[in-house]
């Protein structure tokens, strides 16, 4: 019998649904709707959140920002992390005074070392601890540049140190944390010298991070044993970022989520993971490097790669419909340099008209150096801040204005605002 002349055994009582479907019973019909609610809040969450992405070339400050918008709206710092931070403050030191130590010997000054000792010694005006700049120089090179020194590291001076090791740090900050505890008060007795700070006016050239003369003129403190890091030793510890860090705040109401990405060319191919629904870029781009080159690329210039990569970002199509800030990062350190590096004698910015040591003048040439670099004219000046990144009160002034312009251009682009 074929199975179209088939007929069943049982009719069916009108109505009633087939044997062989399945009916949702009324507890599975509430845990449906209760899904598809909450399907529709996360869809609505998401269409309402901000994303934010920190860009910019290596060392301009944008892990800095990233810090400090923890410290506005985040959680407070766990004491593993203070002690992670703690490693990381003398393992700066260390790759500081390595740096100053090697671009000090080429600049050919340690005869000024050696007559610097001779006239404290004969003023009777030597430090305290009997060791002269000279005296201090060689101990350091010998242990921290030349490595000639045999004496293995004193595993005893971690012994009651609230800082310790951290694992978290890794093995090559945690060595260097341990030499800075070994040879600290060489350190501090070395970077008191006038030669040093001649070897510090001169630093462009082996690119230290700035904010770390903070450290070294407090080395007292941060080698105590009941050394614990202030929330500025946190803002301004240098570990550069080689992978996408993400936090997530609620201000106001409002969901934000910010990522922070590596700035070295290295890390830029990571960067497109990031681009999708983006809300808004902060570019950060550092003022204070006009002078310098990249760590990775020594003939190229810091602040022609920074408006290169503007230009990238600005033109991508993926930030088409997106917010772009631009933050002019270490005005700080821009308005000390100026004093001593001219714009106009470097190659790349010999354009450069205004007068020599101003710091509004040079600002406003920058501006416009990257606001050349957009082929849409459209960029207002409101979109563009001078920031000091390690400068708490600053960045809250500043990031507080740009969650507002951020928010109102988004309502605009939603249609909920009218354009200007």
Same mark, same amino acid.
């Given at each position: ?52 992405? $920190?860009?910019?070339? #290596?060392?301009?400050?944008? *892990?800095? =920002?990233?810090?400090?918008? !923890?410290? @506005?709206?985040?959680?407070? +710092?766990?004491?593993?992390? $203070?002690?992670?931070? #703690?490693?990381?403050?003398? *393992?700066? =030191?260390?790759?500081?005074? !390595?740096? @100053?130590?090697?671009?000090? +010997? ?139 860090v993400q936090e997530k ?139 000091c990144a390690t400068d ?29």
């Amino acid at each position: 019998m074929g199975c179209g002349s088939s007929t069943p055994a049982h009719p069916s009582t009108p109505g009633a649904a087939p044997s062989n479907v399945s009916v949702a019973t009324p507890p599975e019909k509430a845990i449906d709707k209760s899904i598809e609610n909450a399907l529709e809040v996360a869809k609505h969450e998401d269409e309402n959140k901000i994303k934010m992405l $920190l860009l910019g070339a #290596g060392e301009s400050g944008k *892990s800095t =920002i990233f810090k400090q918008m !923890r410290l @506005l709206y985040g959680t407070a +710092r766990s004491d593993d992390d $203070l002690r992670m931070y #703690g490693v990381v403050a003398r *393992s700066n =030191i260390i790759v500081a005074v !390595r740096k @100053l130590l090697t671009h000090l +010997r080429a600049l050919g000054l340690e005869e000024e070392l050696d007559r610097e000792s001779r006239e404290s010694e004969e003023l009777d005006s030597a430090d305290h601890a009997s060791m002269t700049c000279r005296q201090a120089y060689d101990e350091l090179i010998a242990h921290l540049v030349d490595n000639t020194a045999t004496a293995a590291q004193d595993e005893k001076v971690l012994e009651g140190d609230w800082v310790g090791t951290s694992p978290r740090a890794g093995m090559a900050a945690n060595n260097d944390a341990k030499l800075f505890l070994q040879h600290h008060e060489s350190i501090r007795i070395l970077w008191q010298s006038n030669t040093m700070k001649q070897v510090w006016a001169k630093r462009s050239a082996i690119n230290v991070i700035d904010s770390h003369k903070n450290y070294l003129n407090d080395i007292t403190r941060i080698a105590s044993p009941s050394y614990k890091p202030s929330t500025q030793d946190v803002i301004i510890a240098r570990v550069r970022t080689t992978q996408v860090v993400q936090e997530k705040y609620r201000i106001d109401g409002i969901d934000f989520e910010i990522y922070d990405v590596g700035g070295q060319r290295s890390e830029r191919r990571k960067w497109i993971d990031c681009f999708d629904q983006v809300t808004a870029v902060i570019f950060v781009a550092a003022l204070s490097e006009y002078d310098q080159t990249l760590a990775e690329a020594k003939r190229t210039n810091r602040m022609v790669e920074a408006l290169e990569l503007f230009r990238s970002v600005c033109n991508n199509r993926a930030f088409s419909d997106t917010s772009i800030m631009l933050f002019l990062n270490k005005k700080d350190v821009f308005a000390e340099k100026i004093m001593y590096s001219d714009i106009a004698a470097q190659r790349p910015f010999c354009d450069y008209a205004g007068p020599t040591k101003d710091f509004d003048h040079g600002v406003l040439y920058f501006i416009q150096k990257f606001k050349d670099c957009l082929i849409d004219d459209e960029f207002n000046d409101s979109f563009i801040h001078v920031t000091c990144a390690t400068d708490t009160n600053n960045m809250e002034f500043v990031l507080d204005s740009t969650r507002t312009i951020i928010m109102t251009d988004n309502l605009k682009k939603s249609g909920f605002l009218g354009a200007d």
